[in-house]
């Protein structure tokens, strides 16, 4: 089965900066792979995916890339603010196939 | 649509109890799916359902975690006899068929076994 390892576990960026969060991947065959977003308490919600027909794809401060070789995607968020602090789950599933999985998480937190 | 609704919010029970954790999806959606969130394992899949018929109960840890789907619009997810090691937040999701691939996730349930 598919297998997802995220990194790095914990993140702090002074507000402002940019964070990178990298995920690999180990099914050939997957080719959607979406971020979700969890706040303190709060449920995980979808904030950018690509598909593997793309390479990158970007939605305002944030941009996901992928390396369909190299079985890597990164989330790229640009002049951070203190609201993106949280927690960041990168996941992978081959298209047709239901089950996503999710990496382990990545702790992000902006230092005003 | 007001979202993925479960209850309890917030579940703390002894050990050896009998725990139900209820999942309304969003109406329309085809696929039902319950995770399990620790801070060890991160989210994990349990069970997935489509069209109310169990997919994939793989991810299911042991005979004492059971769920149903008796129609489209609720499903359960049962711990019997409950331990310590069950404590996490549990999460229903659901999404419409497969081409938009966005889970929905509701506000999760929290589970305290004593």
């Known amino acids: 089965g598919e297998n997802v390892e995220q990194h790095p576990s914990t993140l702090s960026v002074q507000e402002g900066d940019s964070a990178v969060i990298k995920c690999t991947y180990s099914d050939s065959a997957s080719n959607y792979f979406p971020w979700y977003k969890q706040e303190l308490g709060k449920r995980p919600q979808l904030i950018i995916d690509i598909r593997s027909n793309v390479g990158e794809k970007k939605d305002q401060r944030i941009a996901v890339t992928l390396n369909k070789t190299a079985k890597h995607f990164s989330l790229h968020i640009t002049e951070t603010q203190p609201e993106d602090s949280a927690v960041y789950f990168c996941a992978a599933s081959a298209f047709g196939n239901e089950k996503l999985t999710f990496g382990t998480g990545t702790r992000l937190t902006i230092i005003p | 649509d007001a979202g993925v609704i479960q209850s309890p919010r917030h579940e703390v029970t002894e050990m050896g109890q009998e725990v139900t954790l209820r999942c309304k999806p969003i109406s329309g959606h085809d696929y039902l799916f319950w995770y399990r969130q620790t801070m060890m394992r991160g989210l994990e899949l349990l069970i997935y359902?489509?069209?109310?018929?169990?997919?994939?109960d793989s991810g299911m840890p042991e005979d004492r975690f059971s769920a149903k789907m008796p129609n489209a619009s609720f499903s359960t997810l049962k711990i019997q006899p409950s331990e310590p090691r069950d404590s996490a937040v549990y999460f229903c999701?659901?999404?419409?068929?497969?081409?938009?691939?966005?889970?929905?996730f509701g506000e999760g349930s929290r589970l305290t076994v004593l």
């Open positions: 359902f489509n069209n109310n018929v169990p997919i994939d």
């Open positions: 999701a659901s999404s419409r068929i497969l081409n938009t691939g966005e889970l929905f």
